[in-house]
């Protein structure tokens, strides 16, 4: 499956919205066995347009498939990181036209140590912190990946 959206849209709305406008970008994905019996992963990315940060929203998204190598499905940690991966290169193609508004990257992430994937929690936002230059937000915090980016997936594959 590979859902895309037109980034040029994204960005013309964004522009064509007030500095108040809030942004949420957020990542999540699905582990599943294909037909051929390999184990591959769905990855939804969400960006989430919260109209003057007060006045309801629209939702971008996409989906995209690829093999998954993750040894372990109790700690997938090339999977996450690849989540992570994703939004962080969103919030690069949209960093410019984004200007001064308040964004926020969601990290389907959820530090407490007895989830998997608490495994990668550290890396994961050392890696948004030095490439985006934001503090991202995680579980329980992170609703554009939780679900916003969680349930699209669902609409985009209808």
């Known amino acids: 499956m ?6 040029d849209e994204v960005r ?3 522009a ?26 769905d990855y939804t990315v969400a960006i989430v347009v919260h109209i003057d940060s007060n006045r309801g929203c629209k939702v971008f998204g996409k989906v995209d498939s690829e093999r998954d190598y993750d040894n372990r ?20 193609d949209l960093a410019d036209v984004i200007g001064d508004r308040h964004v926020e990257v969601h990290l389907d992430i ?7 994937s608490s495994c990668v929690v550290q890396q994961a936002i050392g890696y948004v912190r030095g490439v985006c ?11 554009a990946a939780s679900y916003c980016a969680d349930r699209l997936k669902e609409i985009l594959a209808a």
């Open 73 to 92: 499905h109790d700690r997938p940690v090339l999977r996450l990181m690849n989540e992570v991966y994703r939004a962080s290169q969103m919030y690069l």
């Open 133 to 143: 230059n934001v503090v991202p937000m995680v579980k329980p915090e992170a609703f």
């Open 2 to 7: 590979s859902r895309e959206f037109n980034i």
């Open 110 to 116: 959820n530090p407490d140590l007895i989830h998997g």
């Open 16 to 41: 064509n919205t007030s500095e108040t406008t809030s942004i949420y970008i957020g990542a999540d994905s699905e582990r599943y066995r294909n037909k051929n019996d390999e184990w591959m992963a």
């Open 12 to 14: 013309n709305f964004i």
